[in-house]
């Protein structure tokens, strides 16, 4: 089995106070998962000194993470900040095109595979999201939605672009509500996203991970990450509390 990777999408949410709080009891948890599973805190990001001052940052398994990029390096763009800034803060692993900023921000297939093309040539992870909405769902449209996510990464980035790299399959009906994709939903759409990707780049794909995210929690995980196209998780609310996001590092290795 390949080490699960457990990425905290902490989203809006947090002040230092709490985050500091966190942080120092998940450092005391990792202690003993140091080797079995990689953990990120995706945290907004001006609170990200808050995990160099942990030992956290000396955990070889624990990344600092990022919600988001701007698709340009620099320039005259107020209020962004980029995939180099990024990288110089230490930070490894960056969400795009998580369906809120899709919506919300009305982010484009196109503008998120540009960031990823920017996150692949600082030699960042980029975690793209994917999925499909409830009414794309009820019109059986989930293949076509994911396919033509992930084609535009191929048409930016090319046919090597999933190298290094992980997909979060994150059914936006799923997130924050009270209803995860079932595991044989899950990961009957993973099998197709590793399958599709591994056709497109004649089987020569390496370090490429499939996570599941749409509210996962103690309940649900261990079925899901019994799947066997599904190599860990991307947390909203879960992560947030930290007696839920332990209980799930611990319940993937049992
Ligand atoms: P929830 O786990 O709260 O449903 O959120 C999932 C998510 O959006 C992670 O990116």
């Given amino acids: 089995m390949i080490k699960p990777i457990i990425v905290g999408n902490w989203k809006l949410n947090g002040t230092q106070e709490s985050i500091k709080i966190f942080l120092n009891l998940l ?10 599973c ?3 805190i995706s ?10 001052n942990t030992l956290l940052f ?6 600092l993470g990022a919600q988001n990029t701007d698709n340009h390096n620099s320039g005259s763009f ?3 900040i980029s995939p180099i800034m990024l990288k110089d803060l230490g930070i490894k692993y960056v969400i795009i095109g998580h ?15 540009n960031k990823f ?9 980029p975690i793209l999201c ?3 909405t409830k009414q794309e769902k009820l019109e059986n449209n989930t293949i076509n939605i994911c396919k033509k996510q992930i084609d535009s990464i191929f048409d930016i980035c090319g046919i090597q672009a999933f190298n290094d790299s992980i997909i979060a399959y994150e059914p936006v009906w799923a997130i924050g509500s009270e209803i995860s994709a079932t595991p044989k939903e899950a990961q009957f759409i993973a099998r197709f996203i590793r399958q599709y990707i591994v056709s497109r780049t004649n089987d020569r794909i390496k370090n490429f991970f499939i996570q599941y995210g749409g509210s996962v929690t103690r309940k649900n995980a261990k079925n899901l990450i019994k799947q066997k196209d599904i190599d860990g998780f991307l947390l909203g609310r879960s992560s947030l509390q930290i007696e839920e996001f332990t209980k799930i590092i611990e319940i993937i290795h049992v």
């Fill in 78 to 80: 107020t209020g962004e």
């Fill in 117 to 125: 093309f920017l996150l692949k040539k600082e030699n960042l992870i």
């Fill in 38 to 40: 990689t953990v990120v």
């Fill in 99 to 113: 369906s809120e900023r899709r919506f919300n921000h009305n982010e484009t297939n196109r503008m998120i595979a």
């Fill in 130 to 132: 994917i999925g499909e």
């Fill in 43 to 52: 945290l907004p990001i001006l609170y990200a000194y808050l995990i160099r």
């Fill in 27 to 36: 450092n005391k948890f990792l202690v003993n998962y140091h080797e079995k």
């Fill in 58 to 63: 000396d955990n070889k398994n624990f990344f």
